[in-house]
Every structure is written in C-alpha cells, then in structure tokens.
C-alpha cells in the first residue's frame, strides 16, 4: 500500500479472536484453549485523508485452561484501562489482563475478575461483547438481545445488564433494559424484531454512546437466516438516552454476512474516526466442519459515515476485540 506523506500519522494497534468452538486446542492432556492476538499499523495519508493498514507477519497466540463447559478463550473485546490491556471471555465471563514478557516479545494472559450473567444471582459467565470507559470507570456489556425461546417467546433478559468497575476494582450492576430499547427502537427493529451488540463505545469528545450493532433484523431470531442479518448502521445516543441518530456507512458487502464486531476511535481524530472490525460467520449454528469464519477492518467517520479506508481482509478467523496499543511495550508488573 502507498505509504503515507506523514509518519506521525500512523498507529499501532491490535486485534484479538474469538473462534468460538474453534478456541479449544487439539491434542493437550487438559483442556486447553487459545485466542489469536494480532498486532499492525494503520497509517493515514496527510495528502487524501485516507487510510491504510498492515498487519504484523507475526502473531501471538493466548492461553488458557479456564473454561465453562468445555468452551473458554473467547475473547471479544481489547480494552485499555488504568495503563492495563484488558481482553473480556464470553464464554466464561472472565476479565483477562494481557501482559507482556520482560522483553515484550510474548504475551500471556492472567484472570482478574469473573462476572456471571444478569443481575449476578446465576452461576453463568456473562457473554461480553464490548466495553468502554466512561469517567474513569470500566463499562462492560454483552450483545443486548433477549434470550428467546423457538417460539419468540422471551426466556431471560440476563444479556441486557451490564456491569461498571471502578478504578479501586468495585463492580456494581445496571439494567441496561430501557437503554438498548432506545437503541432497538431508532433502529426500527422493536419485537419480533432484534439487534445485536458486540461493538459500543463512549466518546468523551463527542459526548456521545456510539454503538455499531452486528445485526439487525426487523422479523424475529432464526439461528440460521441471523448469519445474514449483518449491520452498516451506526447510532449516536446522548447521555441521557433521550435522543438519537442513525447513520448509515456504505459498504461494498451485499449479502448481510458482514457485521460490526468491535472498533476502535482513531487517536488524534477527537473520535471523528474509528476504525472497525467487520466479520463473518457462514454456516457455522450446527457444525464446525463447515463454519467460515473470516475478518474485515474498515476505517469510516463516526458522524457522516464516509468510508476512509474500504473493507481489508485481516485473514480466515473471527476478530472480535481491537485497540491501539502497542503490544511489544513491556508490561509495568515487571518494572
């Protein structure tokens, strides 16, 4: 790709996997399971305002034996907070912090809160999706959607909690209920329809929620048809959740397999740009066998939706979590 004219303007920043069933690692006497981190550059041209990406040839692969049910290391978002790179299970409902080697080269992953679902009175790790930092406190969310039962009928509304830490490690609960129906209903997406959440973000700038769903369907939830109901709407919320707007980012994909997984604000932008993780899951509901899972970043303006950089292809696996950092930075434990 054509370099850019200003080295300043280029960023490291890392994405990592949740391959779901595809994390457990073949042939370990225990239970083991992986997560792919994958570091790059994107680098924005002074001259046309457009960006452009590289990922490192290298990647490091994550591990880990904590599981729920035979099932772990699925990992779907990438966060910075209080200087600590933070990775969120949504299998388990592990907080995982990333540290690094003395050296920088390795990373490794350490449990540093298990969450369960809802209100905390289940035994089930929360399915966490996306996260943020909002005054100095870590938001943690899962996709928003209603357990439903085949019929439509409403099984649990666990999914729509979220939890908020507090920088001395405090978790307390909240029933995001009324704030996702806000979202759902902008969306024109109300029962039976539904939305999907795996990428929201706060913006201090903006003083905005910013949330990129990963589908949205205005009939209700079929396992297989959802694969197809991929998303290229974004919505900007107040505060409050008392206002709203939809905007829409156009997009080459015709066939609804691609959605918006987790994305990331541009430094230096004032999260004018963001930079985004876009993947696929085709015929993957009954049978690993036949499960494609591939991953996209595109880089577009939160408030017009002009695309900046069109849809690169990261490669043959499910990204879920992006951030900038630098990962070869030595992590301050072994300072």
């Not at 080295?7 to 994405?15: I, N, V």
């Not at 994958?38 to 046309?48: I, L, M």
């Not at 005054?135 to 979220?162: F, P």
Request: with cysteine; aromatic share 8%; glycine share 8%.
């Amino acid at each position: 790709m054509t370099a850019p004219h200003a080295p300043d303007h280029t960023f490291r920043f890392a994405a990592v996997t949740d391959l779901d069933e595809l994390s457990r690692v073949e042939d370990e006497r225990k239970p083991t399971f992986r997560s792919v981190l994958a570091p790059g550059t994107v680098s924005r041209d002074a001259g046309t305002g457009r960006y452009s990406v590289r990922f490192d040839a290298e990647v490091r692969t994550l591990t880990s034996r904590h599981n729920e049910a035979g099932r772990g290391m699925e990992l779907s978002e990438l966060t910075l907070y209080q200087d600590r790179l933070l990775s969120f299970d949504d299998r388990t409902g592990n907080v995982f912090e990333l540290l690094s080697s003395p050296d920088g080269r390795s990373t490794h992953v350490v449990p540093r809160f298990v969450i369960t679902e809802g209100g905390g009175d289940t035994d089930k790790g929360m399915k966490w999706e996306w996260a943020t930092v909002k005054d100095g406190e870590l938001y943690i969310g899962s996709m928003g959607k209603e357990y439903t039962n085949s019929d439509g009928s409403v099984a649990n509304t666990n999914n729509l909690w979220i939890a908020v830490i507090n920088q001395g490690g405090e978790i307390r609960r909240l029933d995001w209920v009324r704030q996702y129906n806000h979202v759902r209903r902008l969306l024109g997406a109300e029962a039976p329809g539904y939305v999907i959440h795996e990428a929201v973000l706060w913006s201090d700038h903006l003083r905005r929620w910013v949330f990129l769903p990963r589908r949205v369907s205005t009939e209700m939830y079929d396992e297989d048809k959802d694969e197809h109901r991929g998303s290229n709407k974004l919505v900007l919320v107040d505060e409050r959740f008392a206002d709203g707007k939809v905007v829409e980012i156009p997009m080459a994909d015709k066939d609804g397999l691609h959605g918006f997984s987790s994305f990331a604000f541009v430094p230096g932008t004032r999260d004018r740009h963001a930079m985004a993780l876009r993947t696929v899951e085709d015929q993957c509901q009954h049978d690993t066998s036949t499960c494609t899972q591939m991953s996209y970043v595109v880089v577009f303006d939160v408030l017009t939706g002009e695309v900046l950089m069109d849809e690169v292809k990261v490669g043959d696996m499910k990204f879920e979590g992006l951030e900038f950092v630098d990962i070869e930075t030595k992590s301050p434990v072994y300072d």
